[in-house]
């Protein structure tokens, strides 16, 4: 899929190249991704228009059909959808938004707290290896991966592990954690293909009754693995910014 973006690629094809019917292959590979074929390979087309955005932006209308998109519109539209801004934004601030988030590689996260006994509500513990020194974004998102913005969110440094959701609206949701290192390059906070990766095992329900504790552990990243496509850094300054308007 990676290598050949700029093809209409169909889940039939991808199906016989694996040697699998097109309904087990759907099924199989929607098991392990968490997502269906066509989304996965529309989040591998936005994060390669990413890639081109914050290496060469002059050449973003040549690249489009690079990519399998076919008109400006809809990449356009597909891209404000999974990163939460337009391209021309998404260009034009990483620069800033870099420098903003390496402010916490030596300043403590001052967000706000949640209300300690309001309902629903689910306290996480983060497990990370011995050697990660970054920033932890952790959130309930309505998909399994995370293309879109969280219902609730937040983000942890320096040593601190753990993070409490409260009043959540009530759904069918998944919890979702990524580790970014520090990073002098811009890029690394955009392009999260080595950042860690966090998935609670099972969707979790929220009700007026969720009183949860749920263990997270982030692990290396695998080559299967979605990209992860929503701006993180821009969640976190819209975030922050929020708390200081109060």
């Known amino acids: 899929m990676r290598e050949h973006l700029n093809?209409?690629?169909?889940?039939?094809?991808?199906?016989?190249?694996?040697?699998?019917?097109?309904?087990?292959?759907?099924?199989?590979?929607?098991?392990?991704?968490?997502?269906s074929v066509r989304q996965y390979l529309s989040a591998l087309r936005i994060e390669s228009g990413k890639a081109y955005l914050l290496k060469e932006p002059s050449m973003l209308v040549k690249v489009l059909y690079s990519i399998g998109f076919t008109s400006m519109g809809s990449f356009l539209t597909r891209f404000k959808q999974f990163v939460g801004q337009s391209p021309k934004r998404f260009r034009a601030s990483s620069e800033s938004l870099?420098?903003?988030?390496?402010?916490y590689a030596s300043t403590?996260?001052?967000?706000?707290?949640?209300?300690?006994?309001?309902?629903?509500r689910i306290r996480c513990q983060i497990t990370t290896p011995d050697s990660f020194q970054g920033l932890i974004f952790v959130g309930l998102f309505p998909r399994p991966v995370p293309d879109q913005r969280p219902v609730t969110g937040t983000a942890l440094n320096f040593q601190?592990?753990?993070?409490?959701?409260?009043?959540?609206?009530?759904?069918?949701?998944?919890?979702?954690?990524?580790?970014?290192?520090?990073?002098?390059?811009?890029?690394?906070?955009?392009?999260?293909?080595?950042?860690?990766?966090?998935?609670?095992?099972t969707s979790i329900l929220v009700d007026e009754t969720t009183d949860m504790d749920l263990q997270l552990t982030l692990r290396e990243p695998h080559p299967i693995d979605p990209p992860i496509v929503v701006n993180l850094p821009l969640l976190l300054f819209e975030q922050d910014k929020r708390k200081s308007a109060k």
């Open 160 to 201: 601190k592990r753990t993070c409490q959701f409260s009043g959540i609206p009530h759904g069918t949701y998944y919890l979702l954690a990524a580790g970014i290192p520090w990073s002098m390059n811009p890029k690394d906070y955009f392009l999260l293909d080595r950042s860690l990766r966090g998935k609670y095992e």
């Open 7 to 35: 093809e209409d690629i169909t889940t039939r094809q991808l199906a016989n190249y694996a040697g699998y019917s097109p309904y087990h292959f759907s099924r199989v590979f929607k098991s392990i991704t968490g997502i």
């Open 98 to 103: 870099h420098s903003y988030i390496n402010q």
């Open 108 to 120: 403590p996260l001052a967000l706000p707290q949640e209300q300690e006994r309001l309902l629903p």
